[in-house]
């Protein structure tokens, strides 16, 4: 019987090769083990396990933003945040009570459920489940909701084949949104409103703000690209439409 060899002394994982793999993936970050174990003269397994597990890397995907924000849309998405929690510091909650939202989604007639949505309890010994695939109807409604914190203070429906301009935008503001806030949330023209939308172009157009300055209205700055502070996203068309998937 053979008696016990220390055998071939590895040279995979020296110091050197430690800090020649370190230099690699810092000089490019999106270099492959392939790569790697070519620059370093060893095997892909080798060179996996010497990044992963001895240098502690972890390739990850970029996470996607919708949008680029330069230096200037960073100053100015820092300065009205602070203006608003200025605002806040003062008003305390009646600075978010007077906040009235509005924005527009798109509501197709019916809404295919999620994979999630169809997950149901199964047994080992249970047959697999399936389901097939279906796309979201071609018929669908823009909707536009206007809401508060005690709820929706007014949902309108678009003709077919209408879509959002300055001219109808005002004309919904002066004649539906006005008087159903003179009749839900009584004493808020009195107490000031304070207007929420985003920057898009029938918000933003010449007429739609002479309209709200005519309304006495105050509009709160929203900074450009900015799909995380607008709270319809995030709290209303996300779970209204989980709510009507499958119907």
């Known amino acids: 019987m053979d008696a016990e060899r220390s055998g071939w002394p590895s040279t995979s994982t020296t110091d050197e090769k430690l800090e020649e793999a370190r230099a690699i993936i810092l000089t490019d970050r999106r270099v492959t083990v392939e790569e790697i174990a070519l620059q370093l003269g060893i095997s892909q397994g080798t060179a996996y396990s010497l990044v992963h597990d001895i240098l502690g890397f972890h390739k990850v995907a970029a996470r996607w933003v919708p949008r680029h ?28 009570n007077r906040i009235i939202t509005g924005n527009e989604t798109w509501v197709h007639h019916y809404e295919p459920e999620t994979k999630r949505q169809s997950m149901q309890w199964k047994h080992t010994s249970s047959p697999s489940s399936k389901k097939f695939k279906f796309q979201p109807s071609v018929g669908k409604l823009l909707l536009t909701v206007f809401w508060d914190s005690q709820g929706p203070i007014l949902e309108h429906y678009m003709e077919k084949g209408v879509t959002v301009t300055s001219v109808n935008y005002c004309n919904m503001l002066k004649n539906e949104l ?70």
């Not at 608003?84 to 600075?95: C, I, K, P, T, V």
């Not at 005519?214 to 995030?234: F, G, M, T």
């Open 69 to 96: 924000l330069t230096e200037e849309h960073k100053r100015n998405r820092q300065h009205i945040c602070s203006s608003l929690l200025e605002q806040y510091s003062r008003e305390g909650d009646n600075f978010l």
């Open 178 to 247: 006005r008087p159903a806030i003179c009749s839900k949330r009584r004493g808020r023209l009195t107490q000031g409103v304070l207007l929420l939308h985003d920057n898009g172009r029938p918000h933003m157009a010449h007429l739609t703000i002479n309209t709200i300055q005519q309304l006495n209205w105050e509009v709160l700055d929203h900074p450009a690209y900015s799909p995380d502070l607008a709270p319809s996203d995030l709290h209303l068309f996300g779970p209204l439409k989980n709510a009507l998937r499958g119907h």
